[in-house]
């Protein structure tokens, strides 16, 4: 650690100490510091974001990603978790959600579309509209819209990307970006994907081990969560994004919290 890291530590420290606001003391320098944390462990990863930005949170589907919040919940626990209900996820995602809420002692905050724009989709188009004309529309009112509007009261955003969750759309995810999606000319949002090069045996090594509840889909073959009608169990050799909007070409399964053209 260089002197001016040692003096930032040192401020941080004082700032945490004598209750004054938890803000970074020097300018983000987003190419430096995600190439230093390249290959560090996803509790420094997240350690950084919370030394970094006092409004972060951590971004739960409802999946394995609640390894993010294991791990936070050591370094800081008051962080703050959210998650989108779309209203189409499955029971047993539910079920989770709530067990995770209990099982951390965490205010989980769950984010809900628009009413006026859902019902509007749901009049004019039905409730599966996506099978038709593709998951994009209603992906926007159900997630994206709702994700922007909780975006905009934060600095940044802790998520469970993973580059081999999709050769085709997350292949260069990086542990710290700039979020070019929802960062606008007026705010830059940077996003923290402290699993990005975990792979997918590495995410189950840590949640067996460490013993910590999963989502019981997983024993049903699904490998990859999102809502009920747009996801599906995946065969042994299946890619596990295979299981998402099946209809559709493979570099389409994004719902837009993550475009890949935002790497
Ligand atoms: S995943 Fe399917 S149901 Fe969920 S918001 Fe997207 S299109 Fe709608």
Not at 121 to 131: A, C, D, I, M, Q
Request: with cysteine; hydrophobic share 35%; aromatic share 10%.
């Amino acid at each position: 650690m260089g002197l001016s890291d040692k003096l930032h530590d040192l401020i941080l420290n004082f700032n945490n100490i004598y209750g004054h606001k938890v803000m970074s003391t020097k300018e983000f320098n987003l190419d430096l510091l995600a190439n230093e944390y390249n290959n560090r462990s996803p509790a420094a990863v997240i350690k950084l974001a919370f030394e970094e930005f006092k409004n972060v949170a951590i971004s739960f589907s409802g999946a394995e990603d609640v390894i993010l919040i294991d791990l936070a919940i050591k370094i800081n626990p008051n962080v703050k978790v959210f998650s989108l209900d779309t209203g189409r996820l499955h029971a047993e995602t539910y079920r989770f959600i709530e067990q995770v809420r209990t099982h951390y002692n965490i205010q989980l905050e769950l984010l809900s579309p628009d009413t006026i724009a859902l019902q509007d989709l749901v009049r004019s188009k039905g409730l599966y509209s996506f099978y038709k004309d593709g998951h994009k529309e209603c992906c926007n009112i159900r997630k994206v819209v709702p994700l922007r509007r909780r975006l905009s009261s934060l600095d940044a955003w802790i998520t469970g990307q993973r580059k081999d969750q999709s050769p085709s759309t997350r292949n260069m995810v990086t542990v710290i970006e700039k979020d070019a999606a929802f960062s606008n000319k007026d705010k830059t949002i940077y996003k923290f994907n402290p699993l990005a090069n975990w792979t997918s045996a590495d995410v189950w090594e840590y949640i067996s081990s460490n013993k910590i509840p999963f989502n019981t889909l997983h024993e049903q073959g699904y490998s990859s969560i999102g809502c009920e009608p747009c996801t599906r169990p995946v065969l042994p050799n299946q890619h596990e994004r295979e299981g998402r909007w099946w209809w559709e070409e493979s570099t389409q399964k994004e719902c837009g919290l993550h475009p890949p053209d935002n790497k």
